[in-house]
C-alpha cells in the first residue's frame, strides 16, 4: 500500500503506529499521500465540470432566486462565507458531478472550501490545489464505503452529511494543517454534518452543499486556530451514528490511494441537468422515441398514440427521483415521470425545462400517464445501486408496446464532452470564451487558478 501511495520511509513507518486508530491513519494519509499523474488528471476534469455548473450561477447567466436572500444574509468576502456562497452555486442546477462511492456530489462541497482557502493565500499553485482535491475525493468515496448503504436509506442527503468531511480533508491538505490537527478538524466537520434529502426540489438541497463547504472549512479555521475537539473516536462515532449498523469503519483507510478514488470507480459527469436516479430512464425514452420515429417516419403524433407508461426499477431506485406531479422545474428534476415525457416529447432535456419556471404544459400531460413499479424480484437498490436499471414501456392504444430496459451502468459509462458542458452552461455570454474558459480549469499553467478566482469571486 506505501509504494502506491508514495509514502516515504519515515511516513510510512509513522503511519503504521496509527494503526489503532482510525482517525489518526486517516488524518496521515490525507496529509502525506502524493496522488499520481492520472488522479491529478482527472481532478483537472473535475474543475471543468464544478465551473460550468457554478459559475452560470455567480456570474448571473443563469437566473436564480435563492442566491440573493443567500447573499442578502450571508453577506461578507470572508472565506468561510465565500465557501458557502459558492457551495450553493454549484449545487443549483444539479449538473454537477457525481460519485458512486460517496452516492452524492463531491465536487460542490470540496471545491468551494478549496476555491476560498485558495483566494486568501496568493502562495497556493496549481500542483497543491490539485493534490488537495484528489485527496478530497478520496475521503468522500472512502466515507461513503464506511458509512454503508443505510445512510442514504435513512433519508440523509450525502452530500450535505458526508460532504463536510470530505471538504475539511481536502482543505486540512492545501492549509497544511498537522496529523493532529486534522484528527481535530475531521471531528469537527463530523460533528457539524447535517442534511435531509427530503429537501430534495427546494433551493435547500443546493445550500446543503454551501453548508458542508463552509462546515469543513470551519473546522479547518478552527483547528489552525488551536481550537481543541476530541481527536479519538469522533469518527467511529458518527459511523455508527449514521450507518445503522451497516458502517465499516476500516473502509476509511484500508488501499488508501489504490486505486484512486477519483479514478475509479470515478468522478461521473452529468449529461443532463436532472437527478442522476432519472438518468437511465431518460435514455431509455430516447430509444424509444427514436424506435416510433424509425417505424412511423415522425414523432409528432407520438404523445396522442400512448395510452400509458409503465417504468420499472429496483425496489428502492426512486428514493431521489421521488417527486410525482412537480409544479416547476426544478421539482421537475426529481420526478421520473417528468423527464420521462420530456425525453418522448422533445428528444432531449432542456436546461431551461428545469429551471424555476413552471413545468411545460404538454410535458405535464404527457407525465401524468407515467406509473412507477418496483420490480420485487431485483435486488433492493439500498444494496447495490450499481445494479439500478429503468425499463420504460409505451403501452399504445393500438394494443401494441414498446419496451426499453436501460441500466445505470451504460448510463454512467457514456462519455461527457466538458467543452460542451461549459457553452451550454455558459450560453452567448460575449466575454468568455469557452475553449479559453476549458483550458484554464485544466490548472496546468501557473496563473490558472489566479484567472478562476477571478471569475468565481
Not at 412507477?372 to 439500498?382: L, Q, S, W
Amino acid at each position: 500500500m506505501h509504494s502506491k501511495l508514495g509514502l516515504s520511509t519515515s511516513n510510512a513507518s509513522q503511519l503504521m503506529t496509527y494503526q489503532t486508530d482510525i482517525t489518526a491513519t486517516l488524518a496521515h494519509l490525507i496529509l502525506h499521500s502524493k496522488p499520481d499523474q492520472a488522479a491529478l488528471d482527472a481532478a483537472r476534469d473535475g474543475v471543468t465540470d464544478f465551473i460550468a455548473a457554478a459559475l452560470p450561477i455567480v456570474q448571473g447567466t443563469i437566473a436564480d432566486s435563492g442566491l440573493a436572500p443567500l447573499k442578502q444574509v450571508f453577506c461578507g468576502t470572508d472565506s468561510l462565507t465565500r465557501s458557502l456562497i459558492l457551495g450553493y452555486a454549484g449545487h443549483v442546477l444539479d449538473f454537477d458531478d457525481y460519485h458512486p462511492a460517496f452516492r452524492g456530489h463531491p465536487g460542490t462541497v470540496i471545491l468551494p472550501a478549496l476555491f476560498a482557502l485558495a483566494a486568501e493565500d496568493l502562495s497556493v499553485t496549481e500542483a497543491a490545489f490539485l493534490t488537495a482535491y484528489v485527496t478530497g475525493v478520496e475521503t468522500a468515496g472512502r466515507i461513503g464505503l464506511a458509512c454503508g448503504p443505510r445512510h442514504y436509506s435513512l433519508g440523509y442527503h450525502n452530500t450535505a452529511t458526508l460532504g463536510a468531511l470530505a471538504a475539511a480533508a481536502a482543505a486540512s491538505r492545501l492549509a497544511g494543517a498537522s496529523v493532529e490537527q486534522t484528527q481535530t478538524i475531521l471531528g469537527l466537520a463530523a460533528t457539524q454534518a447535517a442534511g435531509l434529502r427530503a429537501q430534495f426540489g427546494s433551493a435547500v438541497k443546493p445550500l446543503h452543499a454551501g453548508l458542508a463547504a463552509r462546515a469543513g472549512l470551519t473546522a479547518v479555521k478552527l483547528g489552525l486556530a488551536g481550537f481543541e475537539g476530541n481527536k479519538q473516536q469522533v469518527i467511529e462515532a458518527f459511523l455508527a451514528a449514521h450507518g445503522d449498523g451497516k458502517q465499516q469503519p476500516a473502509l476509511l483507510v484500508e488501499n488508501w490511494g489504490a486505486p484512486w478514488r477519483i479514478l475509479s470507480p470515478g468522478l461521473e459527469f452529468k449529461r443532463y441537468p436532472t437527478c442522476g436516479g432519472t438518468h437511465s430512464a431518460a435514455e431509455a425514452a430516447f430509444a424509444l422515441r427514436k424506435q416510433w420515429d424509425q417505424e412511423n417516419g415522425s414523432n409528432t403524433d407520438l404523445a396522442d398514440a400512448i395510452e400509458h407508461i409503465t417504468v420499472t426499477f429496483p425496489p428502492g431506485g426512486d428514493v431521489a427521483p421521488f417527486i410525482r406531479n412537480p409544479t416547476n422545474g426544478v421539482e421537475a428534476r426529481f420526478s421520473l415521470e417528468y423527464v420521462i415525457a420530456a425525453a418522448l416529447l422533445e428528444g432531449e432535456l432542456k436546461l431551461a425545462r428545469f429551471s424555476e419556471d413552471a413545468v411545460e404544459p404538454a410535458i405535464a400531460a404527457l407525465a401524468k400517464r407515467v406509473i412507477r413499479h418496483a420490480d420485487e424480484t431485483a435486488p433492493p437498490d439500498e444494496l447495490d445501486p450499481e445494479a439500478r436499471f429503468h425499463e420504460v414501456t409505451l403501452h399504445l392504444r393500438n394494443g401494441n408496446t414498446l419496451v426499453q430496459r436501460t441500466t445505470r451502468k451504460e448510463t454512467s459509462a457514456r462519455p461527457v464532452d466538458l467543452r460542451a458542458k461549459l457553452r451550454q452552461t455558459m450560453g452567448s455570454q460575449a466575454r468568455l470564451d469557452s475553449n479559453t474558459l476549458a483550458d484554464r480549469c485544466a490548472l496546468r499553467q501557473q496563473g490558472d487558478l489566479r484567472y478562476l478566482l477571478e471569475l468565481l469571486f
